[in-house]
């Protein structure tokens, strides 16, 4: 007797019950397509569930364009710095390495700023947009954030990142004395200067949000199902998923929004997308902690403090380590030791440490488009450190792909092509 088949076929799936793919999920499904979304742990579960809660919209300048090529020998030398390479990892990571070096190139940095500048705007009037849609408005603080130097050299490197967001109507103003006491009291005095961005955004908690706008999606027929995904096949027509238990999908559209897997099975369709992964660490702390105003940029140590509606969060940096290596929590802690120097009364005990996996491109840009070989798939991965700030846009910019209709932006500069 032979095998019963075992094959389901769907309209769209969605690999990747992140942030990305519940967004993408959200448009889709209010466009009235039947969409399934597949993850193997569940919705909001892994990377997008512990980020620092931000809605950086004006975070548009690239990585290789903000100092890291000047501060990389300096925090290299630093194994629990802002940025640590393990150096049995090197080898591997090298490629990408010396693609981010061109990306910091000065004829790549108009492209690179005009097409990030352009996707944080509609970012910003997206997620304004859908957090109307979804009532989870009352989820976000519009309180600014801060970013702080401790020495005018310092201070003096970051204006022409401040200069270049002029460009684009960028609000901010810097203060130091009074004003940058009143805006985080009980600061420690060694900053002496500060920049105040009033339009800068944070959420209630990236996880509640998370599994609030799925709640949404799943009002407008959504539906998940927790797998593992084996393998993906496709052509132009449709696609083919092999699930780790056996089972068999074929659907007509595929949305590839795995995070820091995503270029695994890519590499099934023949693309070859150089993405690694930034490991970020954090601690999140009960809410009396500390009375943090607002989000708290620590730019020459690679970490921020963000007030969550019931607790505080002390984290960032970057482990340049894949995907396979061990967590190295002694890196929360130094973060954590950093913060209780930098906020003198902060409370440090009953913090909870976690590491989450941001999916980077060497050039800062997110792959969204078509794959080269099956244009059923789209690739809507690599937004690296921004994930959350840029949801809501790729959402809009996947369901206007799937659709045939006018994208909002120039994908040129996204797309999965460029490498």
């Given at each position: 007797m032979?095998?019963?088949?075992?094959?389901?076929?769907?309209?769209?799936a969605?690999?990747?019950g992140g942030?990305?793919?519940?967004?993408?999920?959200?448009?889709?499904?209010?466009?009235?397509?039947?969409?399934?979304v597949?993850d193997?742990?569940g919705?909001?579960?892994e990377?997008?569930s512990?980020?620092?809660?931000?809605f950086?919209f004006s975070?548009v300048?690239?990585?290789?364009?903000?100092?890291m090529?000047?501060?990389l020998?300096k925090?290299?030398a630093?194994?629990?710095?802002?940025l640590a390479?393990?150096?049995?990892y090197?080898?591997?990571?090298a490629p990408w390495l010396?693609?981010f070096w061109?990306a910091?190139a000065p004829?790549k940095?108009?492209?690179a700023l005009?097409?990030q500048?352009g996707?944080m705007?509609?970012?910003?009037?997206?997620?304004?947009?859908?957090?109307e849609?979804?009532?989870?408005?009352?989820m976000?603080h519009?309180?600014?954030?801060?970013e702080?130097?401790?020495?005018e050299?310092?201070?003096q490197?970051?204006l022409?990142?401040?200069?270049?967001?002029?460009r684009?109507g960028?609000?901010y103003r810097h203060?130091e004395?009074?004003?940058?006491?009143?805006?985080q009291?009980?600061?420690?005095?060694r900053?002496?200067?500060?920049?105040?961005?009033?339009?800068?955004?944070t959420?209630d908690?990236p996880k509640?949000?998370g599994?609030?706008l799925?709640?949404?999606?799943e009002?407008k027929g959504?539906?998940?199902?927790?797998?593992?995904i084996?393998?993906?096949a496709?052509?132009?027509a449709?696609?083919?998923?092999?699930?780790?238990n056996?089972?068999r999908?074929r659907v007509?559209?595929?949305?590839i929004?795995?995070?820091?897997?995503?270029h695994l099975l890519a590499?099934?369709l023949?693309?070859?997308i150089?993405?690694?992964?930034e490991?970020?660490?954090?601690?999140?702390?009960?809410k009396?902690?500390?009375d943090?105003k607002r989000?708290?940029?620590?730019?020459?140590?690679?970490?921020?403090?963000t007030?969550l509606?019931?607790?505080?969060?002390?984290g960032?940096?970057?482990?340049l380590?894949?995907i396979?290596?061990?967590p190295n929590?002694?890196?929360?802690?130094?973060l954590l030791?950093k913060?209780?120097q930098?906020?003198?009364g902060?409370?440090?005990e009953?913090?909870?440490?976690?590491?989450?996996?941001r999916?980077s491109?060497p050039d800062?840009l997110?792959?969204?488009?078509k794959?080269p070989n099956?244009r059923c798939?789209?690739y809507?991965?690599?937004?690296?450190?921004l994930g959350?700030?840029?949801a809501?846009?790729?959402g809009?910019?996947?369901?206007?792909l799937?659709?045939g209709q006018?994208s909002?932006?120039?994908?040129?500069p996204?797309s999965p092509?460029?490498f």
């Open positions: 032979s095998e019963p088949d075992r094959t389901e076929n769907l309209d769209v969605i690999i990747g942030i990305i793919g519940i967004c993408v999920a959200a448009f889709l499904a209010e466009a009235g397509r039947d969409v399934t597949f193997r742990t919705i909001c579960e990377t997008s512990g980020n620092a809660a931000a950086a975070d300048l690239p990585l290789a364009q903000k100092g090529m000047r501060n020998p925090w290299l630093d194994p629990l710095g802002p390479i393990p150096p049995t090197l080898p591997r990571l010396w693609r061109r910091g004829e940095y108009d492209t005009s097409a500048a996707m705007k509609l970012a910003e009037a997206e997620w304004l947009a859908l957090m849609r979804s009532a989870t408005r009352s976000l519009e309180d600014g954030s801060l702080l130097y401790e020495s050299p310092e201070f490197a970051s022409s990142g401040w200069a270049a967001r002029d684009f960028i609000g203060v004395g009074q004003e940058l006491t009143d805006l009291p009980g600061l420690s005095p900053f002496i200067k500060g920049t105040f961005v009033p339009g800068w955004k959420v908690d509640l949000l599994k609030a799925w709640a949404y999606a009002t959504a539906k998940f199902e927790q797998a593992n084996a393998s993906v496709a052509n132009d449709e696609a083919v998923l092999e699930l780790a056996g089972t999908k007509r559209h595929l949305v929004a795995a995070g820091a897997w995503s590499r099934n023949h693309d070859n150089p993405l690694e992964t490991r970020g660490y954090n601690t999140t702390l009960p009396g902690a500390f943090v989000q708290l940029i620590f730019s020459g140590h690679g970490f921020v403090i007030p509606a019931e607790a505080l969060r002390v960032g940096a970057v482990e380590g894949g396979e290596r061990a929590y002694a890196r929360a802690k130094a030791a913060a209780k930098f906020l003198p902060l409370n440090s009953g913090g909870r440490e976690w590491m989450g996996y999916p491109l800062s997110p792959v969204i488009g794959a099956a798939v789209t809507a991965f690599g937004h690296g450190h959350l700030t840029q809501a846009a790729t809009r910019l996947v369901r206007d799937l659709l006018a909002a932006v120039d994908l040129t996204f092509s460029r």
